[in-house]
């Protein structure tokens, strides 16, 4: 199983990105997938997950300027961030916990990361 992200860049502060993270592989199911950030010197952190069914949950400090949403049929995740902060500067992680077909139980995969980085 393999996560791409694409969508990184640098931006202003107050400016808008879009994350995207596709899966593939030999997948069966995926339960959660999310965002996570690492910026540096500091440790990864939660942005934001979702369930198959739908369900969200954020980290407090983007609640309100990001969200995550995904399809199902493309086993694609994705991020909407707006009003964009300077400590919003990280490496961003797609995250998904995925079953494969040759596997009775899910396991956790990552990808490689998409910078991020507002500054002025």
């Known amino acids: 199983v393999q996560l791409r992200e694409s969508g990184g860049g640098l931006v202003q502060p107050g400016g808008s990105l879009r994350l995207s993270c596709a899966a593939s592989?030999?997948?069966?199911?995926?339960?959660?997938m999310g965002w996570y950030r690492q910026a540096p010197g500091k440790q990864r952190e939660l942005v934001a997950t979702i369930t198959s069914g739908g369900s969200t949950n954020y980290a407090y400090s983007v609640k309100g300027r990001f969200t995550i949403s995904r399809d199902g049929a493309k086993n694609a995740v994705y991020l909407q961030m707006n009003s964009l902060k300077p400590e919003d500067t990280a490496i961003y992680y797609c995250n998904a916990d995925v079953q494969t077909w040759a596997m009775s139980h899910t396991a956790d995969y990552w990808g490689q990361g998409t910078q991020v980085t507002v500054t002025s």
């Open positions: 592989g030999s997948i069966f199911r995926i339960n959660v």
